[in-house]
């Protein structure tokens, strides 16, 4: 039983962690990276989408062309007049830098490469645009990744437990309850307030402090424990609602 118990927690990390990743790669806001060939060096750029932090905002495109030069250009979104800067090297690096701005902030850039008599456009004729978000504390930031995934792997492992007889379905959906009403109550308060600048700032309203992820998840799983709780029967509805929680999560994380 101790090792069909470890396989199911196994197969539970496993799945989120398979699950959180192609969420990640597959998200609008996953950074923008490529390698294009000059005269037969790669050239190799990351341009973020989001940037969490109460300073400028560094980039760097990368290559071994000693005489590669640039400049970069930026907008915020409402703008129609494109500000430009000189790229500054050092090394194999081209560094640009994009200046620090309020929370929420919507800026777009791209850069544009000389080499001899070429212009080259990177991202390839477009821009990226980067939205600011505020610094988040480690400790906070730490204890809301704890949460949510810790929560998710109890999630899936909660509904994996349909095929181990439900022995422990009850227990785990009290437990999985107290990770989600800490994370909704406690941690993501604390961490939206940090994202969006609302300290010292304004008193925000109140739907602005919750996730709707979490909130749903959460709402989700009372509803399966009441239904367990009075049909125990019901074997695979924890399976269905571990399943319905790693949707949410995708959907509307």
Known sequence: MKKQSLILWISAVVIVFIISYMNKITSADYPITGTIGIEGEKVSYRFEKI???DDDYVFSVRSDLTELSG??????????????????????????????????TKLQYYVELYHNTKAISVPDKKYVQITFFGRIPLVISMLQFIFLYGGLVFAVRTGLESFNNNIKTKKFIVILSIIFLTLIALINPLYLTYKYGFINNYVPSIDRLF???????????????????NKSKLKYISLFTAALTLVIFCFFD
């Not at 250009?73 to 994009?98: H, M, P, Q």
């Not at 996730?211 to 367990?228: N, P």
């Open 51 to 53: 940037y969490y932090g």
């Open 71 to 104: 400049k970069y250009f930026y907008k915020l979104n409402n703008d129609s007049l494109w500000a430009s800067r000189e790229l500054v090297k050092d090394g194999f690096l081209l560094t640009g830098i994009l200046p620090k701005q309020k929370p929420e």
């Open 211 to 229: 996730s709707t992820a979490e909130l749903l998840i959460f709402v989700l799983w009372v509803i399966t424990a009441i239904v367990l709780f």
